[in-house]
């Protein structure tokens, strides 16, 4: 087997991607701009170039097993990336086989959240567990479930999307997706701004937060505030902790995981957050459940992650 | 391989077990009562007695692959029944292992809705299908959930218990599991006709249903009034029909299945129930997952259909 991957990370500004080796270290990384290409045949050219130069200056050419893609929407069934949002491709995007064209490596593609599940799992915190949800904590909050050591895509490539279950069935929030009450628009980084909007506007008592131009409220504000003892910044935490910890003890009755694990900038509000989301996920658990599903943090260094995560794809591409 | 295999149902009144064929064939089939033994090894003779006569009757010694068994809060895994409800037997009850032993033959234990779900992958609707969702609106509501053509156990071998996702979180159903705004608390049979008895209780309009004492009121009082058309009773199909599919929404979020599979009485409400759950699971579909799950109903005949289930299992049996 030839002894690296690629890991490709295709994000709305930049595109990401980087050599991996069997032990999951990034030999070496560079990026391009996402956007700047109206045309996706310039991308894949700008692409080609940058990522050749990478593996030249690393003595890797010809060494690369295959090449993973982490896309929003992507499907690993098909190789297509089945919508875009602000990148004006056509869709759907055959983007494997673009890529694999290109390059004459095999190639093999998959939304974002199902790259950092299979990363996490082969050199992160889920190594050795073969039952596990990864929930990504970004601007929307996204899900990659594996269950007997295998990623779930279901019949058609787009299981996994637990940022959308309902958890507000009345005068829920409106969510991207067009329905209303879905789990994201609660406890995502957005939503923990649309909370913080929503608590200012509805009580009175007094808050860091209210220093800052309320539409400019981000979640890393409200962090901030709790950290310093804002008592309403620490009960926007209490509030998105308790319904994210009601969510998993429903999900723990679909695939009962060891463990879920946490990736994305939320992740790391630390007890602010763990703290309410283990209580919450317990009161909420059906009996046989209690006291068995671990909370546990990604284990991938963040600037990686993305990297690390498709690149893992790549052992499997053929 | 040896051309038979035996499938056991245990139910809290009756315990039914039959020798099947490959093709899925119940060649004979025959039962004891469960709950007259006190003591879980007088009811061991019993079973062995009776197994052990039918398979003489059907020259099926000596033939037998293994044995499947279907019962209440079996764990696959273990080969124990972890809980008994109105059964006094001590509990784990390593029963995989004691049946073995007593007939020489491999054992291999389910619960009952996981045994539906193996059923109909092997002998049922669900044949051809790797990626689908079994449902048994029973008493309760229990789920079989099937994932690239394997049954999701999760980690410990208790998942699949989507009677108990949450579906009402402020003023829901006590359930029996100790939370409240279970699934099963609305659309099990005994939730049917607890949704008859609240809306008699609020409402004050005609209905066939007020001719029946309010606590004797069963889900088939239901459908005989909402068939012979009685306004009140059809609402109760649509009230449930909604809730459910609502549910199936978020289990596709989940998995994505190509079908979710209906089995148990209620299941047998014709579109009463189909019509609203088709049009209540669409309207809360996701967008990208709108038209693309089918509502099947099972296809095993009803009689033979927990035997067949559980004799699935003895195929896999060591």
Same mark, same amino acid.
């Given at each position: 087997m030839k002894p690296y991957v690629v890991g490709i990370? $295709? +994000?709305?500004t930049n595109t990401v991607f980087g050599i991996v080796d069997a032990r999951g270290v990034v030999i070496a990384s560079s990026s391009i701009k996402t956007l700047k290409h109206a045309d996706v045949n310039d991308y894949l050219?700008?692409?080609?170039e940058g990522l050749t130069r990478l593996m030249e200056a690393n003595d890797a050419v010809d060494k690369i097993?295959? $090449? +993973?893609?982490?896309?929003?929407?992507?499907?690993?069934?098909?190789?297509?990336?089945?919508?875009?949002?602000?990148?004006?491709?056509p869709t759907p995007l055959p983007l494997a086989q673009?890529?694999?064209?290109?390059?004459?490596?095999?190639?093999?593609?998959?939304?974002?959240?199902?790259?950092?599940?299979?990363g996490e799992m082969t050199y992160g915190a889920a190594r050795g567990i073969k039952n596990f949800i990864m929930i990504t904590l970004g601007t929307g909050v996204g899900s990659g479930i594996v269950i007997n050591g295998q990623l779930v895509y279901g019949h058609d490539g787009f299981a996994g999307e637990l940022g959308h279950v309902i958890m507000k069935r009345n005068n829920g929030r409106l969510c991207g997706c067009g329905r209303t009450g879905c789990l994201e628009?609660?406890?995502?980084?957005?939503?923990?701004a649309r909370t913080a909007r929503e608590f200012l506007e509805l009580r009175s008592d007094d808050s860091l937060l209210r220093n800052i131009t309320v539409e400019d409220i981000t979640s890393k504000d409200v962090y901030d505030a709790a950290v310093n003892g804002d008592k309403l910044a620490q009960?926007?935490?209490e509030f998105t902790g308790n319904i994210l910890g009601e969510a998993f003890a429903d999900f723990t009755t679909f695939s009962s995981p060891e463990a879920i694990i946490l990736f994305g900038g939320l992740a790391k509000s630390g007890e602010l957050l763990l703290r309410p989301l283990r209580e919450s996920?317990?009161?909420?658990?059906?009996?046989?459940?209690?006291?068995?599903?671990?909370?546990?943090?990604?284990e991938l260094k963040e600037a990686d992650a993305a990297v690390l995560g498709a690149s893992a794809l790549g052992w499997e591409a053929k």
């Open positions: 990370d $295709i +994000g709305g050219d700008d692409l080609h097993h295959g $090449i +993973g893609i982490g896309a929003p929407n992507a499907n690993f069934y098909t190789g297509t990336i089945e919508r875009l949002v602000n990148i004006p491709w673009m890529v694999s064209e290109k390059f004459g490596i095999p190639v093999a593609i998959t939304n974002d959240a199902n790259a950092a599940a299979i628009t609660y406890c995502s980084a957005s939503g923990v009960e926007i935490f996920m317990e009161r909420n658990m059906m009996p046989q459940f209690k006291g068995k599903v671990k909370i546990l943090l990604s």
